[in-house]
């Protein structure tokens, strides 16, 4: 992890001037945890200390935005993270933590898979009430002033076009390049 993906930030951010691309805002990072979540946090902790100087900051008054935001995708820490006074890394909610509003700074970010709120395949409109359940989503995270992420959504322009509009925060896709002209046309 440090020399595929933390050593280059590290450098950018020093190129940079405290950034990872000139003037831009911060690189959100999510790490995707597939063994046991205690176990792996305690090991990451330690190799984020040693970023410290670029990474974003989580604690109970607040968020300290750095160059680079790490988010604990997977099997999240919840717990053992929620104990902590500071980190250098969040946690990726779901829908569902919605409901009981956890702190900002253990949860800045909701994702969750896309089949749970629409089976909309990306062509055509959308169904209203697949529509209603993803701007009820949206509504509800942006309230409690988070972002929201949804995987395995349509990987098609008119998806994108659609989550755009709905609002959500982070599109994921495969089709990185595709993506890139799309929203280098947008911006235009």
Same mark, same amino acid.
């Given at each position: 992890?440090?020399?595929l993906?933390?050593?280059?930030?590290?450098?950018?951010v020093?190129?940079?001037?405290?950034?990872?691309?000139?003037?831009?805002?911060?690189?959100?990072?999510?790490?995707?945890?597939?063994?046991?979540?205690d =176990?792996?946090?305690? @090991?990451?902790?330690?190799?984020?200390?040693?970023?410290s100087?670029?990474l974003t900051?989580?604690?109970? @008054?607040?968020?300290?935005t750095?160059?680079v935001?790490?988010?604990?995708?997977?099997?999240?820490p919840? $717990?053992?993270?929620?104990?902590?006074i500071?980190?250098?890394?969040a946690?990726?909610?779901?829908?569902? $933590?919605?409901?009981?509003?956890?702190?900002?700074? &253990?949860?800045? &970010?909701?994702?969750?898979?896309? =089949?749970?709120?629409?089976?909309?395949?990306?062509k055509?409109?959308?169904?209203?009430?697949d529509?209603?359940?993803? =701007?009820?989503?949206?509504r509800?995270?942006?309230?409690?002033?988070?972002?929201?992420?949804?995987?395995?959504?349509? $990987?098609? =322009?008119?998806s994108?076009k659609? @989550?755009?509009?709905?609002?959500? $925060?982070?599109?994921?896709?495969?089709?990185?390049?595709?993506?890139?002209r799309?929203?280098?046309?947008? @911006?235009?």
């Amino acid at each position: 992890m440090t020399s595929l993906y933390l050593d280059p930030l590290a450098q950018r951010v020093r190129k940079n001037g405290g950034s990872v691309y000139p003037n831009s805002p911060e690189l959100l990072l999510l790490i995707d945890v597939k063994s046991e979540a205690d =176990t792996t946090y305690q @090991q990451l902790k330690s190799v984020l200390t040693n970023y410290s100087d670029m990474l974003t900051t989580f604690t109970e @008054q607040g968020i300290r935005t750095n160059a680079v935001t790490i988010i604990i995708s997977g099997n999240r820490p919840i $717990d053992l993270a929620s104990h902590e006074i500071k980190r250098f890394a969040a946690i990726d909610g779901r829908a569902n $933590d919605l409901e009981r509003n956890p702190p900002l700074p &253990l949860i800045p &970010l909701v994702s969750d898979i896309w =089949t749970k709120f629409s089976r909309w395949n990306g062509k055509g409109q959308m169904p209203e009430a697949d529509r209603s359940r993803l =701007t009820d989503l949206v509504r509800r995270a942006h309230e409690q002033k988070r972002k929201v992420r949804l995987w395995a959504a349509p $990987d098609t =322009t008119e998806s994108w076009k659609l @989550q755009e509009t709905l609002g959500i $925060d982070l599109i994921n896709t495969d089709k990185l390049a595709e993506f890139a002209r799309f929203s280098a046309a947008r @911006q235009n």
